[in-house]
């Protein structure tokens, strides 16, 4: 039977380490690190989402600005918005919780906001700087489910590594980084044919495609290691799941995320991680 890799034990554990680390910072820098966040609307998905960064930040000693606008908001206001908090010193981070009303353009909206404070990683400068190798804000699941490997002390280098999903947000970028620790890294999508043929050659399998119980015990290597991102309402329970049917997989692999419990405490532990980058580099600049 698999070891559950505890996304929400590991992110604990970095968040404690956070904390201390703030602690040193105020003394250093003489405030804490802001991060704002911007919520447009009343979807109770991204009410719980922002609430769960606030309580990191709590947790942390970030300050968070949460600044909620009624959807009736225009673009022209936003980037409005927007340019007071990339101008404003004190904010070290800004994050625009998606999605949006759709009157309103979330990629002009993510390129307004300064490249330096984008805490998710989403500014094309920043999704660039990934591809390119360059130095730069990595968004926050990709980045988590690295760490998630690497506190298995999961030896990525020359595995064969299989992504379902090629999203920009999570497909993409985790696809980037396995390559980049030297996996070899296969791509697949719901034009992949023989799904499974692919999957069962995977040592490291990511799962990120938003269907429930979508990989079976069938899909998987004897000894794989599973990273389920998927966040589902499994529809017999409308409990929350993730794509891997998790009680039958977990019986063949060796390493296994849940959900939840797995990827997305994760995602807010690298958010915070993100908005200390940011801090940091902006206190640097400033003592430059
Ligand atoms: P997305 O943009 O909808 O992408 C889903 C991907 O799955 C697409 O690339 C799609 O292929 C692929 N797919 C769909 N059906 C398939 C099939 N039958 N066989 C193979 N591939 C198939 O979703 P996303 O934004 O990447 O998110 C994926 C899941 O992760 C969602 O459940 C989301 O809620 C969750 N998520 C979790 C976190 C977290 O922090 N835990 C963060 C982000 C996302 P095509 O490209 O061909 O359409």
């Known amino acids: 039977m698999a070891v559950i890799i505890s996304g929400k034990e ?50 942390i000693g970030i300050i968070n ?38 009157h309103i353009h979330s990629d002009k909206i993510i390129q307004a906001i300064r490249k330096d404070k984008d805490v998710d990683g989403f500014h094309s400068d920043n999704v660039a700087a990934l591809y390119l190798k360059q130095k730069g804000i990595v968004s926050c699941t990709p980045k988590g489910i690295i760490e998630m490997l690497k506190s298995i002390d999961c030896k990525i280098e020359g595995k064969r ?25 296969t791509i697949c999508h719901s034009k992949t044919s023989d799904l499974a043929s692919v999957t069962r050659e995977a040592d490291i399998l990511v799962a990120a495609i938003g269907k429930p119980k979508f ?19 499994n529809p017999e329970t409308n409990k929350l799941c993730g794509d891997v049917d998790f009680e039958n997989v977990k019986e063949k692999v060796a390493y296994i995320s849940k959900v939840p419990g797995g990827v997305g405490p994760m995602t807010i532990c690298c958010l915070m991680e993100n908005t200390l980058e940011c801090y940091l580099a902006h206190m640097e600049d400033k003592n430059d």
């Open 10 to 59: 590991l992110a604990t554990k970095k968040k404690n380490e956070m904390a201390l680390k703030v602690q040193d910072y105020l003394k250093v820098y003489g405030r804490a690190p802001h991060l704002a966040v911007i919520l447009v609307g009343e979807d109770p998905g991204s009410i719980s989402y922002v609430k769960g960064k606030e309580k990191a930040c709590q947790e």
């Open 65 to 102: 600005t949460t600044i909620r606008k009624d959807a009736t908001i225009t673009e022209e206001q936003m980037l409005e918005m927007i340019n007071t908090l990339n101008a404003d010193d004190r904010i070290d981070g800004i994050l625009v919780q998606l999605p949006l009303p759709k």
């Open 161 to 185: 590594a299989c992504v379902i999903g090629r999203s920009n947000i999570v497909g993409m970028p985790v696809a980037k980084l396995l390559l980049d620790q030297n996996a070899t890294v």
């Open 215 to 233: 990989v079976t015990a069938e899909m998987v290597k004897d000894g794989a290691v599973v990273i389920d991102v998927g966040v589902n309402r």
